[in-house]
């Protein structure tokens, strides 16, 4: 189970990339590092960090458990998220366990970061679990970190009381870097990753890239993996934009599928009933009808020669299931952002 813990430095996984505080989420950043420790000048215990996919909310969450954990070695941090409290429930639950999973979920929690608020839609249950866990937490001074997608109250399915809680914080809305940070964001990037991109190179791409930080950075990575030997200009990168931006092939898709789940391509192919692999195999389907506008006959001969029926089955199984299963949902989102 997860529990709430005094973590070490080196309990953390590296970043590679420090949190850049640029001019759109400098109020996100000083409203979150206030959480660090019982600010003086807060208003309130608990923050809601709003923004859509890749926007940085995870990041600036990351940033914060690290700056707690390097400068509060005695605060005790619960950082989880809707799809692992939930798996964690649902587990508890099958076992008969839930006592114990409360007790572990309600012992003294100095922070609580909580991510992706708006997974428990569907899951009365579980918000009435993280309900009283913030309750508790609250009524002994501690702090909450929130991430959504959207205001809780635009969140369909949310508890009157637990959308209460969270508005009775501080809802800060994530804006998208302009253009001007967009440059101070590739600089940065290329730089963590000792890439040298020339100003005018960096120029296009803050104007003609990807507006979201993630994607961003993805890019930036693709770009350095696909770089000739003298330095890219703003001609080649011309011309990269207009590749990138063709649709993924169906090897492509399985491939970062393959590589998502931990499986080969010859996995994903062969015959195998496995269950992780039948869920590997459905979502590279599924995505590869989606991205990459395949007929169902060309994506089964892909897959191991199977026919038009199993991959529209693969395609339909995703498709009932992928809003009421989280970590299913999750896996989709992120391999999406990766390859749009």
């Excluded at 909580?114 to 993280?130: A, I």
Aim: with cysteine.
């Amino acid at each position: 189970m997860v529990q709430s813990s005094t973590m070490t430095r080196s309990s953390l996984p590296r970043e590679s990339h420090a949190f850049l505080v640029v001019r759109e989420n400098q109020l996100a950043f000083q409203t979150v590092m206030r959480l660090k420790s019982r600010h003086p000048r807060m208003t309130s215990p608990v923050v809601n960090l709003i923004g859509p996919p890749g926007s940085g909310k995870s990041h600036l969450a990351r940033q914060l458990h690290r700056d707690v954990v390097d400068e509060h070695s005695d605060t005790s941090i619960l950082r989880t998220s809707a799809a692992e409290f939930t798996g964690k429930f649902q587990r508890a639950a099958l076992e008969s366990q839930i006592r114990e999973f409360q007790r572990a979920h309600r012992e003294k929690i100095d922070l609580l970061i909580f991510e992706d608020l708006q997974e428990l839609q569907t899951r009365p249950e579980v918000q009435q679990q993280l309900l009283a866990m913030v309750d508790d937490l609250l009524g002994s001074g501690g702090r909450v970190l929130f991430t959504a997608r959207r205001s809780p109250g635009e969140v369909k399915g949310l508890s009157r009381r637990l959308v209460n809680r969270c508005q009775g914080g501080i809802l800060i809305d994530l804006q998208l870097p302009g253009e001007a940070s967009r440059r101070k964001l590739i600089e940065h990037f290329a730089s963590s990753l000792n890439f040298v991109l020339p100003g005018p190179t960096i120029a296009v791409l803050a104007n003609r890239g990807p507006t979201i930080p993630a994607d961003l950075l993805a890019f930036v990575g693709r770009l350095r993996q696909h770089r000739s030997k003298g330095p890219i200009t703003p001609d080649d990168l011309a011309v990269f934009l207009v590749a990138a931006s063709a649709p993924p092939t169906v090897h492509e898709i399985a491939k970062r599928v393959s590589r998502h789940f931990g499986v080969t391509l010859t996995d994903l192919k062969s015959s195998s009933r496995q269950a992780s692999l039948v869920t590997a195999r459905h979502v590279a389907m599924y995505l590869a009808r989606d991205l990459a506008q395949t007929h169902f006959a060309a994506i089964g001969e892909y897959f191991g020669g199977r026919n038009h029926a199993s991959v529209m089955y693969a395609c339909q199984r995703v498709e009932e299931h992928k809003d009421s299963d989280p970590v299913l949902r999750m896996d989709l989102e992120k391999l999406l952002a990766e390859m749009r």
